[in-house]
């Protein structure tokens, strides 16, 4: 037997014994709710016994995690009211989606976005009826769920995504709930150590609650099966102060619940009142709680003779059988009769004032909390005019410079900019510097709370430039601010930024689940630098090559994504300027960090990015007419083409030859396809059908197949991009290695154009000597040919 309706008045603590009585009252209507949408599309009162006809064909959704995250939930509204805290409530355990669509219809947040789920019967059926069900409703906590920044459909992120939302945000308190099997994850790990980056003078405070329900899907977690004071120190030695709260009893636990939060808000008062009034810089111990209730709490305590309450079995739907088992139904019209439902909800079906007034109003309510719906608070970034950065060209390609750090200078002055406003940072996994960026940090500082030694540079409490040696907790902090309404900018190496791809995944999915929803406004986009590229990994080798974070994106809805390869600093500067006022994407950028040679003018930097890709007439001589196309998207690819197209002037000097730059990879799609698609028209006048294109491409290859397989030239369409093949070796043997190389390409070019056809021996003849030359040469000196590495493209080509 099931007895929900609780002691209330059985246990002394802060609650008045009203005030337990209600907030009990109040967490079982939450119960009652949530295990209503799981199962019924039908009699949701239970006016009636249950019937089949009452309940769902098909039970999809998770009960165990919920009546903890409920009870949480009535825990917070009492301090909301009490303290008027301004509140975000993160849930890891993003199943427990039932959980947060009812509390947020309890408080009213839910009938006032959505008006058809009404206060009443009718809106809790169809409340009931939408969860889980064919154009409904989904499961988790999504984007269509108020208050919800945070899926939690993939575990690992709910704490990292608290921190982001915290930073610069000092009025706001973040409770965040840690499922125990999420813990176990390691983004979720390396996340604690966000507090060394938390500053209380500016930024919120993050209540961490690691919810130790004993139980994953199918396990015990390991962090419910180490002794007590182990996981203690554990959370001692994260920088905390763990505080523990642990029983199934609702009356006394209401009343020690209120006691021990009681206690942590007041921490984090003192915490901030001392780096607010009393000038402490020292780095506190914030407080976290660890929470052992059970899982499937209240809910059925056998089924079938097997224990479910407080096991593994209460994960998802505890009765599963009511089709074929008449005693699960009876089992599930007790169960739900045990929260009571008609003290709760007037005949009418109206939640009762009486409870409804223990919740917060308008927009405490955290359904409501604008933080949660980051567009409404979002300032647009003050952008200086990125022209003023421009790098002078004197003459194409006869300068070298390092394109990130040009864009550093920008960044710079964007931090320097928005200082006031305090929305914009830039992420990076201790790579900011390396990636050239640094100028960026001169001014601001890096964040860190932690202890620094005389040797240190450029640590500062309240440093705007976070870095930390993990990609999750970058992305994440990165999601979770943008989410809130600010900016941001993630600077990485090429091949590790794959260490996020699930993320970058799930947040691509929320961006495409939001632009559905009109309540959600738009917020700035997710911006990524990829930067120490696979063509110069240098210092690194093997390890450091991957390109493929381009082709990952390239399997997200087109409304999402953009990827751009800049061949230079202005065209990096022009890109970068448009990413950071674009709103709603993930923009990726690729761009070098090397020594390279530039090309475009400010002014064509700029139109050659508005268009995405185009003819560089200075660059071509085919007088309209190509014979060949040499098409490059990239910087190293750009500048071996530019290379082969001097060869093969030298070599067939009436071969009329037209370059074309690839800056918006997504501009080779079809307009069908992809906004930035170019119509099929403007496609077949760039790549007139017939005519061969010899396509160096900084990634994998197939990947500008995928993209143009739709073009009417593309059987002529012949790719080099990486090919997996690299090691610790220079520059010019690593597009050798990969058949990138500027010999390559022009023996490429010669093989394709039909009326060279009787060149073609002597070509590959020469090919094999040129690259036998290179490879004697680089063995024996370690570095590449003089004549390869001093190259420059023709001076009398060169003017602007
Ligand atoms: C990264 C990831 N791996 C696996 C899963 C599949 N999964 C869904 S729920 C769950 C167990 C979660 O346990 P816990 O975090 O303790 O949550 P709770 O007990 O509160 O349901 C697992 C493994 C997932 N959602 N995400
Ligand atoms: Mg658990």
Known sequence: MVENSGSETASTGPLSPELLAKMNAYWRAANYLSVGQIYLKDNPLLERPLTLDDVKPRLLGHWGTTPGLNFLYVHWNRLIRERNLNMLYIIGPGHGGPGLVANTYLEGSYSEIYPHIEQNKDGIKRLFRQFSWPYGIPSHVAPETPGSIHEGGELGYSLVHAYGAAFDNPDLIVACVVGDGEAETGPLATSWHSNKFLNPLTDGAVLPILHLNGYKIANPTVLARIPHAELEDLMRGYGYEPFTLEGDDPAILHQQAAAVFDTMLDRIAAIQKAAREDGSTARPAWPMLILRTPKGWTGPKFVDGKPVENTWRAHQVPLDQI?????????????????????????????????????????????????????????????PNFREFAVKIEGRGQHDVESTRVLGRLLHAVMEDNKEQKNFRVFGPDETASNRLGDVITGTGKAWMAETLPVDENLSETGRVMEVLSEHMCQGWLEGYLLTGRHGFFSCYEAFIHIIDSMANQHAKWLKVTRGIPWRKPIASLNYLLSSLVWRQDHNGFSHQDPGFIDHLLNKKADVVRIYLPPDANTLLSVSDHCLRSRNYINLIVAGKQPAPQWLTTDEAIAHCTTGLGVWPWASNDAGKPEVVMACCGDVPTLETLAAV??????????????????????????????????????????????????????????????????????????????????????????????????????????????????????????SEQIQRHKLYVAENGDDLPEIKNWRWPKELSSC
């Open 646 to 767: 001097c060869l093969l002037r030298d070599k067939v000097p009436d071969l009329r030859i037209r370059v074309v730059n690839v800056v918006d990879l997504m501009a080779l799609q079809p307009t069908s396809e992809h906004p930035h698609g170019l119509p099929d028209e403007d496609f077949d006048q760039l790549f007139p059908v017939g005519v061969p294109v010899i396509f160096a491409f900084h990634g994998y290859p197939w990947c500008i197949h995928r993209l143009t397989y739709r073009r009417h030239n593309h059987d002529n369409i012949h790719v080099r991009g990486y090919k997996e093949e690299g090691t610790t070796t220079t520059p010019f043997d690593m597009c050798v290695l990969n058949n990138i190389d500027r010999f390559q390409l022009t023996l490429d070019a010669i093989k394709r154009v039909p009326r060279l056809a009787a060149q073609a021996d002597a070509a590959e003849q020469w090919y």
């Open 323 to 383: 089709f074929e088992k008449p005693e699960h139904l009876r089992q599930l019209d007790e169960w739900m009769r045990s929260y009571k439902p008609e003290e709760l909800f007037d005949e009418k079906g109206k939640f009762r004032a009486e409870l409804a007034e223990i919740a917060p109003k308008g927009r405490l309510r955290m359904g409501m909390n604008e933080h949660a719906n980051g567009g409404l608070l979002l300032k647009p970034l003050k952008i």
